[in-house]
């Protein structure tokens, strides 16, 4: 009897303490998010097909470019095998043709007077070679975040926002994915990896459509825009923001181009 009792009291002991560490455990690979809910309301509904402006232009950059640092890698040795040349750190990417690349440019004034459906289409991020892909992105609220590991080493996903939840996941082997979602806006949210601290990433989070990162020729699009008067903006991660404010009419591709000068 008293071995009995012994043994009844060891296991619920030992149940009360996987109660009571749960809150920290990683979640699985394996994460499958609610439907997505539309966007926050903001009037009356989005129209695509009679939504046809649009604003174009580059993001220039101006003066001496900033010295290239080299990420060490040395630390893991699948990363090291990933490249075949030296990889220099992301914070600042210049084109050949002096534009930057890595600048969001989105809608921050004039498009809460309509409401818009989310996308159920994932964005996705990926590590590959110890990076992230891609450096910037842009996803609606709700939309799914699909997040991937490309390499055979163990990644975490670390997203540090001041208004959404964070979260910390671990993928430990190729080919894992997990969806997971943003429900509220927030521009931007920084994201590292706890692993590999060169790791960095940063996601725009909105709750319309209006969005583009600058790319290899530094040139941003923001189309399917009703007619309208409104407030865009450009964040680099290390120069800061800028703002303007652009008037389209419909089938009209406005132009504006923003310069961030160096330190």
Not at 90 to 101: E, F, P
Not at 194 to 207: A, K
């Amino acid at each position: 009897m008293y071995l009995r009792k012994l043994s009844y009291c060891a296991l619920l002991l030992a149940l009360l303490f996987v109660v009571a560490c749960g809150g920290g455990k990683e979640e699985s690979s394996t994460t499958t998010p609610a439907k997505p809910a539309a966007a926050p309301s903001g009037g009356n509904a989005y129209d695509p097909a009679k939504s046809t402006a649009s604003i174009t232009g580059k993001a220039k950059f101006d003066g001496a470019k900033p010295n290239l640092v080299k990420i060490q890698m040395s630390a893991d040795a699948v990363c090291m095998k990933a490249h075949s040349t030296p990889v220099m750190d992301q914070s600042v990417v210049i084109n050949d043709d002096g534009t930057l690349q890595n600048v969001f440019v989105y809608v921050k004034e004039g498009a809460e007077k309509w409401t818009y459906q989310t996308p159920t289409t994932p964005v996705e991020i990926d590590q590959q070679g110890c990076l992230y892909h891609p450096h910037v992105l842009g996803i609606m609220v709700n939309q799914p975040l699909t997040i991937k590991n490309g390499d055979p080493t163990l990644h975490n996903i670390h997203p540090q926002p001041k208004i959404n939840t964070p979260f910390n996941l671990a993928q430990p082997m190729i080919n894992m994915q997990t969806n997971k979602t943003f429900d509220k806006v927030e521009v931007m949210i920084p994201v590292k990896c706890d692993v590999h601290r060169w790791m960095e990433s940063y996601i725009g989070v909105l709750n319309h459509p209006f969005y583009s990162v600058t790319g290899t020729d530094g040139s941003f699009t923001i189309k399917g825009l009703p007619a309208g008067t409104y407030t865009i903006e450009a964040w680099h991660e290390k120069y800061g923001a800028q703002t303007a404010t652009v008037t389209v009419t419909d089938g009209q591709a406005a132009t504006n181009d923003f310069t961030f000068k160096a330190s």
